[in-house]
Every structure is written in C-alpha cells, then in structure tokens.
C-alpha cells in the first residue's frame, strides 16, 4: 500500500464485500481513462489555441476531446471585454487572468493520477447498478470508496483519507467533454459539445450529520453524451472489474492496475464477439500514458512480465502471454512492441450481461486448447541434449503449451530470471535441468 495506506474491511455497513464491480463500458469511459492516466506531472495533453489543456481520443467511428475545466469566480473567459471597463483593466488584467486560469488548470492536469481512475471506476460501478443509468442519479459516500479500495487510513489520519478521495471526486466533477461519433447501426454521425462541452458526470457534494458526525457523500448521474452509450438499444454494455485490481497501491504498483485496467476493458469488447482480448505493447503503453524506454529497453519487458505475474496472482488473469524475446539482442524491442499479445482474463471477470451465469461458456482461445503448432510437430518431443544444444526450445514449449515463465521457473526450481538466461542462451542449460523440462515436455505431450 502506498503513502500511509493501510489495508482493511470495507467499510461500507451492511454491505458485502464483491469480488468484482459491475461496470459500464463504451468508448467514452475508454476516453476518459486514457485521458486521466495521460495526465500526472508528465501529461501528454495538448494546449489548443488560447493555451488550453485537452485529450484527444481517436478511434475508428469518430473523435472524443476531453477537457477540464474549473470554476475560476471573476474571471471573463476568452470574451470581448465589457465597453465600460477601464482601459487598464481591458488591456492588462484580462490577459493575467486568462494566464492564471490556465496556470490552475495545468496544474490541475498535473494532478490527474491512477486514483483519480479509480475513484471513476468505483462511481460507475454504483452508475451501472441503476434500473436506468441513463437518467437514474446515484449516491455514494467517501466511507464507500475507501472501503472499495480497501484503505483506513493515510499519513495515520481517516479524515486525510477522505479529504484525498473528496479532491478526486470533484477532478472527476471538472471534466467536459465534446466528441463526434458514428452511430454503428444507423450510420449516422452524432455530435456533442460542440458549442459547450458536456459535462462526464453530473456531480453534487453533500453533507448530512448522523449521531453528532458530519459525513460528506454525492450524489451523480452521467451527462448528456455518456447517456447516449448507456442505452439498451445495443451500447449498453456491461463488464466487471476486480476489485482485488482496485485495491493494489495506486503509488506502488500503478502500472499493473493501469496493465490490468485496460485488459478488462478491451476484453469485455472482445468477449461479446467470442474471442480473447489482443493487443500490442506498443496500444498497452499508449492507453497507460506510458513511453517506452529506448535507453534501457529490457526495463519496459520487466515491467510487462512483472505487472502480468501479479494479475496472475491476485487472480484478474488466468494465462498471461510469453512475453520474453527470444532474443534481446540489438533491435529486438522494436519488433516486440509490435508483437501480438493475448490473456486469458479470469472467469469472474469475463461474465458479460446482466444474463451471464456460471454456465456462460468462454470463447475457446489459446490458452483452452493447446496450440495448433503441436499437432504438427515431428516425432518425439527433444531430448535433453537437444536441449541444451538448443535452449530456445524451451521457449517454444512455453508457446505451445501456454505456460508462463515464473510457472516452468517454480517447476525447475530457478527463478524467473534464471530461465529468462537459459532460454536467451546466456547461461548454459544445465544437464538435470533439460532433463526435467524434457520430462515436463514429454507429460504434457501424452495427455493431448
């Protein structure tokens, strides 16, 4: 847990600890998290004409611009000055204003980060519960989303807690919106915002005293453009998140919640159409608001094999890809961040619609059946000499059999790291342990 977090029950009474949260999904809510996890102290938002910050989300039916915007009292925005003001005024403190302004909303931006992401999360969970979500309004306190992100405690204070988790909610009450989009079973193109942007969310804070305590909670509803996706026409599509992924440290381990986030979003698309979630490295850190590191490459695939070990841990995956190169040598990672990658996300989490149940079936993938590849393999899996020969067979066996790297690491008794060189060719291959992939090979071989 990061910066005095503590882990604890829900805190939320009377209500039960879930395993997963139901949730929206549509491109917006993609928007809109690209947008926050591509601000933070190094935001890759852009300044438009009067040196405003923005995000542009491109996709194949159409554009979506988020901004942000805050209440600045006083402040005449980008309009023709009042012909009764005085000169100095006209001329000199409108123009200040407008550099203030931006300079609080760039400041702003600065402080988007993976908990604002996950406070948005966490209120469209309690959005997607609705009868309506288009039109109902839903209510949730701060006591709720702390114990949704499983958290007492920060810097020892609760009222520290809360006052952090207040500051996103009313980031999140900031955001506009303006987009155009090709409606899929019409054809026709939709725009909003165009004149005003669209509110995200529709967010009022509220107080009310219970046994002597003040306590604060809202009160939301979606806005315009984001009803337009809740309809039960067909854009109306609900998934489920783990909530174990909400409850990782948002400082500590902020690039896997944003690995594991974006596997849920395009594997909920991906599962209405029957099939496994695919993307490459490169899409991955484009979503995350992430750059590859070119100076130090190996430190990128780390970080990838290291986020999907943990999803496996806590149980938001069931098969994460072979992510190690065959080779890491010069030119290697430009070609893996165009790789190909698939998982296979967990059964929990895969249920798509208020009808799926525990007899859904999952679409049949890679990880359900071994590769294709297998069948036509000659003769006899390698022998032991053969592999050491050849170590990069080993590899091809984790191919084949979708077995991850820390799983054959465990069964060989050697750390990740250790296989990673015996597959690269670095180290040699010892004899007993050839002989036990061998006989590792063999067995999977025999009950196919």
Known sequence: MGRGESSGKDLSPGRRAEPVLPIPVNPIIYAALRAIYAGGPKNSWTLDFH??????????????????????????????????MHAFSRHFLAPRWGFIYNGRLREAISELS???????????????RLPDPR??????????????????????????????????VLRLAD??????????????????????ADRLLDIID???????????GFGFRCGQALAQFLNPAGLRWIGYYSQALLR????????????????????ITAGRKGRYPQATPKSILDFCGEEANWRNPGQTVDAFISAHNRLQ?????????????????????????????????????????A??????????????????????????????????????????????????????????????????RYERGINPLPAAKADRVAGLWRGKRRST
């Open 135 to 168: 039109h109902g309004i839903a209510r949730m306190r701060l006591e709720e989303i702390a114990g949704l992100r499983g958290v007492r405690l920060r810097h020892g204070s609760p009222r520290t807690l809360y006052q952090d988790f207040r500051r996103e």
């Open 175 to 196: 955001l506009r919106l303006a987009m155009t989009w090709r409606d899929y079973k019409t054809g026709r193109e939709m725009g909003f915002g165009r004149e005003r």
């Open 313 to 353: 841990e806590i149980g938001v995956i069931d098969q994460a890809p072979v992510l190690e190169p065959a080779n890491r040598r010069r030119g290697y990672f430009r070609r893996w961040l165009e790789t190909p990658l698939s998982v296979a996300l967990a059964r929990s989490i895969w249920r798509v619609g």
């Open 51 to 84: 040196n405003r910050p923005h995000y542009h989300y491109q996709a194949r039916d159409g554009r979506i611009t988020i901004y942000y915007e805050l209440p600045c009292p006083g402040y005449l925005p980008w309009k023709e000055p009042e012909k009764g």
């Open 248 to 267: 990782l440290s948002p400082y500590h381990e902020g690039f896997t919640k944003k690995l594991g986030t974006y596997w849920i979003m395009v594997g």
């Open 206 to 216: 509220l107080e009310y005293k219970s046994d002597g305590e003040t306590l604060t």
């Open 355 to 420: 009808s799926a149940g525990k007899n859904q079936k999952r679409p049949a993938g890679r990880f359900e059946k071994p590769n294709p590849e297998l069948l036509s393999l000659p003769g006899a899996p390698p022998t032991p000499v053969e592999l050491m020969d050849d170590p990069r067979l080993i590899r091809r066996f984790r191919g084949l059999y979708g077995i991850h790297q820390v799983e054959l690491a465990r069964a060989l008794g050697v750390t990740r790291q250790t296989l990673s």
């Open 114 to 128: 993976v908990e604002t992401a996950d406070v948005f999360l966490i209120l469209m969970s309690r959005i997607a």
